[in-house]
């Protein structure tokens, strides 16, 4: 079992930057990909970014691709999701993820955990 937490959302401006952070329990963090995905108001949730056990890869969606970085740090069991060059649009709760398959993060499907989503907020 593995329990996520997110933190680090907040307001910010449009072309702010924030960096949010997923905390993970357990002593297998490095066992499984992980992944941000984000539902904003009125609209499915859907996929951000992913990245492997070893941090060696990482994938994107194409409209954040050059603005959103994922990393993580398998000893502090965390994931992050670096966004700069915020835009409205972006307004979303963002949700940290963690799956054995970082294809199944990719395609959004039957992913193993979840973590309670984080509220980010950009305003114009």
């Known amino acids: 079992q593995v329990q996520l937490v997110e933190s680090g959302g907040r307001l910010v401006q449009a072309g702010g930057s924030l960096r949010l952070s997923c905390a993970a329990s357990g002593r297998t963090f490095n066992s499984y990909a992980m992944g941000w995905f984000r539902q904003a108001p009125g609209k499915e949730r859907e996929f951000v970014a992913a990245?492997?056990?070893?941090?060696?890869?990482?994938y994107y969606v194409g409209s954040m691709k050059g603005r959103f970085t994922i990393s993580r740090d398998n000893a502090k069991n965390t994931v992050y999701l670096q966004m700069n060059s915020l835009k409205p649009e972006d307004t979303a709760v963002y949700y940290c993820?963690?799956?054995?398959?970082?294809?199944?993060?990719?395609?959004?499907?039957?992913?193993?955990?979840w973590g309670q989503g984080t509220l980010v907020t950009v305003s114009s």
């Open positions: 990245i492997d056990r070893s941090g060696g890869n990482r």
């Open positions: 993820a963690a799956d054995f398959s970082v294809l199944t993060l990719q395609r959004g499907g039957s992913v193993e955990f």
